[in-house]
Nanobody, 124 residues
Framework: QVQLVESGGGLVQAGGSLRLSCAAS????????MGWYRQAPGKERELVAR???????NYADSVKGRFTISRDNAKNTVYLQMNSLKPEDTAVYYC??????????????????WGQGTQVTISS
């Protein structure tokens, strides 16, 4: 099991910045992907950004150039620096931890864990 604890959400004005943090604990695999997703009212959960343990990243088009994801592998923590925030960034942001393992039969097992979510509200 992996536990994820998020922090850093809040209310800011448009154009402002926030930094989200997510600390993972428990059965951490050295090879993993951590990321941030968000869900606005009435909408499906969507990927914001994710980063592998080796530092490869990808971002949603809507946040490119404004958000930066990073991680500290020693602390098993992922960060999301959000700048130039817009009202449409308002959502509950969820941290995600994902890894795979292969058993003795060669079968791949996937493990996906979620944080409890943190509210980000951007006022216009």
């Amino acid at each position: 099991q992996v536990q994820l604890v998020e922090s850093g959400g809040g209310l800011v004005q448009a154009g402002g910045s926030l930094r989200l943090s997510c600390a993972a604990s428990g059965s951490i695999f050295s090879i993993n992907t951590m990321g941030w997703y968000r869900q606005a009212p009435g909408k499906e959960r969507e990927l914001v950004a994710r980063i592998t343990n080796s530092g490869s990243t990808n971002y949603a088009d809507s946040v490119k150039g404004r958000f930066t994801i990073s991680r500290d592998n020693a602390k098993n923590t992922v960060y999301l620096q959000m700048n130039s925030l817009k009202p449409e960034d308002t959502a509950v942001y969820y941290c995600d931890y994902y890894h795979t393992s292969i058993d003795y039969q060669g079968k791949v097992h996937e493990y996906d864990y979620w944080g409890q979510g943190t509210q980000v509200t951007i006022s216009s």
